[in-house]
C-alpha cells in the first residue's frame, strides 16, 4: 500500500495520474497548503521541503518502507518500481525521456509557476514580472509546439515527462496563452486529457480544487506575502 499526501495542484496531479496510469493501490491523504499543513512535523519528516506531493511506499525495495519526496523523483520511482514503459529500459530511449522529465522539473514548473504569481497572486503588479514570465512561458510553449511537430510525445512515446507537462498546461489562460496558438502542443494536451487514468487523477482531491480568491493569511501561507 502506498500513503500519498498531496493537494490538487499541477505537482499533486502528475503523481495522481501516475498511480492510476500503474494502476497501483494507494491512499490520499489531503495537504491543504493554503492552511499550512505542508509545515506540520509530520508531514516535514517525509517532505523536508514542506512541498506536496510526497509518498511513503510500505513495500519499497527489498520489502522496505521507503519515503520519496519531489514530484520527478516520485514520477521515477513509481516507473522503476513498477518495471513501467513510462521510463524504458532501453538506455537510448530512457534518457530521451528523462531530459524532457528534467525540462519540466527546471523550466515548465518553476517558469509557469512564476507567471501564475505575478499574473495572479502578486500582492501589487509588477509589469516587469507579468512581462517577463509570460514571455518565458511562450518560449517554453514554443519549445514544446516545435517537439511536438516532430514527434506524437515528448520523448516520442508517452511517457513519465508527458506526465508532468501536461497538468501545467491545463492552466495556460493563468500564463498569458491561447492553446489555439500553439496546434500541435493543442492536440497533444486533448489526446493525453482523453486518457482514462488521467481522467481518474485529476479527478483525485478534485473536491478541494480552489474556486474563490485566496485570502491575505492564505496568500501569506502560499508564498509568505501580504495580499494588500
Not at 500513503?3 to 499541477?10: A, E, G, V
Not at 516535514?44 to 514542506?50: E, F, Q, R, V
Not at 480552489?210 to 495580499?227: G, Q, S
Request: some cysteine; aromatic content about 10%.
Amino acid at each position: 500500500m502506498i500513503d500519498l499526501y498531496s493537494w490538487p495542484t499541477p505537482n499533486g496531479h502528475k503523481v495522481h495520474i501516475m498511480l492510476e496510469e500503474c494502476g497501483l493501490e494507494y491512499q490520499v491523504h489531503g495537504i491543504d497548503i493554503a492552511k499550512g499543513d505542508q509545515f506540520q512535523p509530520d508531514f516535514l519528516k517525509i517532505s523536508p521541503n514542506n512541498k506536496i506531493p510526497a509518498l511513503i511506499d510500505h513495500n519499497g525495495p527489498n520489502g522496505q518502507e521507503i519515503s520519496v519526496f519531489e514530484s520527478g523523483a516520485i514520477l521515477i520511482y513509481l516507473a522503476e518500481k513498477t518495471k513501467s514503459a513510462l521510463l524504458p529500459q532501453d538506455p537510448m530511449k530512457r534518457y530521451e525521456v528523462l531530459q524532457w522529465l528534467m525540462f519540466q522539473m527546471g523550466g515548465i514548473g518553476p517558469m509557469l509557476g512564476q507567471a501564475h504569481y505575478f499574473r495572479i497572486y502578486a500582492p501589487e503588479k509588477v509589469e516587469y514580472g507579468i512581462e517577463r514570465y509570460t514571455k518565458e512561458a511562450a518560449r517554453l510553449y514554443g519549445v514544446m509546439e516545435k517537439r511536438l511537430s516532430e514527434v506524437d510525445y515528448l520523448a516520442g512515446e508517452y511517457s513519465i515527462a508527458d506526465i508532468a507537462c501536461m497538468p501545467w498546461i491545463r492552466s495556460y489562460k493563468n500564463q498569458g496563452q491561447e492553446l489555439d496558438d500553439y496546434p500541435n502542443l493543442k492536440r497533444w494536451f486533448l489526446t493525453i486529457k482523453e486518457r482514462p487514468a488521467v481522467h481518474r487523477g485529476l479527478d483525485v482531491l478534485n473536491e478541494h480544487s480552489r474556486t474563490k480568491a485566496y485570502d491575505k493569511e492564505e496568500l501569506k501561507t502560499l508564498f509568505n506575502v501580504d495580499k494588500k
